[in-house]
């Protein structure tokens, strides 16, 4: 079983920025980041691909970057730059045991492992 532990969610104004982490307890080729608002569905934001084949949700391309640390590959981090308040939601790490997917990495029930989430709120 592989746990992840995520951190860095907070409140920002519209403009902001904010950097999520997540630790993993074990490496996993595929890790993604997805994120949930309040009455909506656990939506896929990012996703990375062994040490930096990425992919990204539209509506952040441009805004955010997902990556590796590299020193420790079982460390994730999200990079949020210009944070909208459509982005505000409880952010998710995710992983799984295959690679991502060109399509599946959107996919949250692929995933064997998840965070317990973390707030970001955008004012």
């Known amino acids: 079983h592989v746990q992840l532990v995520e951190s860095g969610g907070g409140s920002v104004q519209a403009g902001g920025s904010l950097r999520l982490s997540c630790e993993a307890s074990?490496?996993?080729?595929?890790m993604a980041w997805f994120r949930q608002a309040p009455g909506k569905g656990r939506e896929g934001v990012a996703a990375i691909d062994g040490p930096r084949d990425t992919e990204y949700v539209d509506s952040v391309k441009g805004r955010f970057t997902i990556s590796r640390d590299k020193m420790n590959e079982n460390t994730l981090y999200l990079q949020m730059n210009d944070l909208k308040v459509e982005d505000a939601a409880t952010y998710y790490c995710?992983?799984?045991?295959?690679?991502?997917?060109?399509?599946?990495?959107?996919?949250?029930?692929?995933?064997?492992?998840w965070g317990q989430g973390t707030q970001v709120t955008v004012s």
């Open positions: 995710a992983a799984k045991n295959g690679p991502c997917g060109s399509v599946s990495w959107r996919a949250a029930d692929t995933y064997n492992h």
């Open positions: 074990r490496f996993r080729h595929c």
